[in-house]
């Protein structure tokens, strides 16, 4: 066999195997990818139970969150504010989630549904919100306020 031919199958070769490796390389990030959605969306479902047992725990801090904030004892205004700031990192996780596209919208909606409501409700919440909200990432803020000036309920 002559070396021009052994170079054409090294080359017939070579460029099937870089095919194969390209196909396996998409398997391989196609399940990456879905492993990394299967763990944010794993990620917020814990931090929802989580706050959901911090609520069962702690019934009273529903009913403070009604409160008028000057009614209410440092301890109490510690509970409010720890939920709320449970509730608030959340959701903002979620919707850092819906940005990137990990969180399709009927999920994200359902997820902010909650904490706009709470937010419009109950006093306490809202107070914290005007507190808190200028730490958070300023695009969620401004999807929150928007969502809190149209005043519907959800």
């Keep these: 066999m002559k070396v021009e031919k052994l170079a054409a199958i090294g080359e017939l070769v070579s460029s099937v195997a870089i095919v194969a490796t390209l196909i396996y390389l998409a398997v391989q990030t ?3 990818n879905a492993a990394l959605i299967g ?3 794993q990620a917020t479902l814990m931090a929802d139970m989580s706050l959901i047992s911090m609520l069962v725990s702690n019934p ?8 008028p904030t000057d009614e209410l004892t440092v301890a109490e205004e510690g509970q409010v504010a720890n939920v709320f700031a449970g509730i608030l990192r959340s959701r903002e996780f979620a919707w850092l989630q819906y940005q990137s596209g990990i969180l399709d919208e009927p999920t994200f909606d359902s997820y902010m549904e909650t904490l ?17 909200s200028q730490r958070l990432n300023p695009q ?3 999807y929150v306020d928007s969502m809190l000036e149209q005043e519907q309920p959800l």
């Design 30 to 32: 196609q399940q990456t």
């Design 39 to 41: 763990n944010s969306r």
């Design 60 to 67: 009273e801090a529903m009913e403070n969150a009604q409160r």
């Design 116 to 132: 706009v409501r709470w937010i419009r409700d109950y006093e306490g919440y809202r107070f914290y919100w005007e507190s808190f």
């Design 140 to 142: 969620f803020t401004n």
